[in-house]
């Protein structure tokens, strides 16, 4: 959750991590998520998808959710 990523990020640590959504609008509105995405607590956001049974990388955003 939301105080634990913060926790971890707070002491200097890296992480990387995963959540499922349809996008980063998705996730913005799930209870959970939202602290996150508004917090920044993230410098990157790379959006996967699906192209002729592929996984592709959709999108890399910024922790303001700005393409890369």
Known sequence: DAAALSQVLCCG?????????????DLGRKDWMKPVLEGKMF??????????????????????????
């Open 43 to 68: 410098k990157r956001i790379v959006v996967l998808g699906r192209k002729q049974g592929k996984c592709i990388v959709a999108g890399i955003y910024d922790q303001d959710g700005r393409h890369v």
């Open 13 to 25: 640590s890296s992480l990387v991590a995963t959540a499922h959504g349809s996008s980063i609008e």
